[in-house]
């Protein structure tokens, strides 16, 4: 086959060292090599590509990207996660039992990058009325900062269709610890899922695609993003200061405290403090965000 040097436009649906699988506007995928000048991609990069021959060819510009989603490392570095995301899905079950801090750092990444986060309860067929009860009061301070807290559970089939209609016209990825029921979630969402795997590994010709993340189109619109290398984000790579802007429900009192650098944490005069002891702000939440605050002002 003669290769087509024009210009492509494409998403990049996985990538694997120098190798990225791009898809373009007709869905057909092609194994490209990426130019070393461009750095590292990931999938949800818009590029540009030209048809070396067959299915191959090579990525020639990366286009802006709108967001980039991080992982932090121990060593003090971080890794790109995924780029162009819209939606945070931060996914907590039943079992194992799920941390509101660890909750709290996912909503506090969302918020510092302006996406949308979305709280899932996964594995509910689990409760009964009494540990439903006692569990849904937990999450109430997510929904009193304004958060969307949806109940999936995949063996009852129950809340998939509200989660669908969630991540409609959005670039979601899924975020969570080991063992809340992602993958499951991915293949109730994606009934069509072993056929893109398949689709996938035909145009990487072999080439294994575990522990790298890849975007699946949704049936009913928008991308979702299947992660399972993500299970924590540090916040070690955030400053202080930065760290209140990640709590929603602060926002109303942050320029109300008496000084222009309050931390919220020990100053006189200060309205998120005095929001948390009227109950305003959920105590328990304030009381996460100054564990927070005092590791980051600890590096």
């Not at 990525?59 to 995924?82: D, F, H, M, Y």
């Amino acid at each position: 086959m003669t290769a087509d040097k024009s210009s492509l436009t494409g998403l990049v649906i996985t990538q694997h060292g120098a190798t990225a699988i791009v898809e373009d506007s007709e869905g057909q995928l092609y194994q490209c090599k990426i130019r070393r000048s461009l750095g590292r991609l990931v999938c949800g990069d818009r590029v540009q590509f030209q048809i070396e021959n067959n299915d191959n060819g090579i990525i020639t510009t990366l286009e802006k990207r709108s967001s980039v989603l991080e992982r932090p490392l121990n060593n003090g570095q971080s890794r790109l996660v995924a780029a162009n995301i819209t939606r945070i899905v931060v996914v907590m079950a039943v079992q194992p039992p799920f941390s509101e801090a660890l909750i709290d750092r996912y909503l506090v990444i969302a918020e510092l990058m302006r996406i949308q986060p979305v709280i899932v309860l996964n594995k509910t067929d689990l409760l009964n009325e009494q540990s439903r009860a006692a569990t849904l009061k937990q999450f109430a301070c997510y929904e009193h900062a304004g958060y969307s807290v949806l109940e999936t559970s995949v063996e009852k089939e129950h809340g998939l269709s509200t989660l669908n209609e969630q991540l409609q016209s959005h670039t979601s990825i899924l975020v969570g610890q080991s063992g809340v029921g992602k993958s499951s979630l991915v293949k109730a969402l994606l009934p069509d899922i072993e056929i893109k795997i398949g689709a996938l590994k035909n145009t990487l010709h072999g080439r294994h695609t575990t522990s790298t993340s890849v975007l699946y189109r949704l049936p009913n619109g928008g991308e979702l993003i299947d992660s399972p290398g993500v299970r924590d984000f540090g916040v070690w790579h955030l400053e202080a200061n930065q760290l209140a802007r990640g709590y929603r429900e602060f926002g109303k009192w942050l320029d109300q405290c008496r000084f222009n650098n309050c931390s919220h944490t020990h100053e006189p005069g200060c309205a998120v403090h005095a929001a948390a002891d009227q109950g305003d702000i959920d105590p328990a939440r304030y009381q996460r965000y100054l564990a927070m605050y005092a590791e980051l002002s600890a590096l």
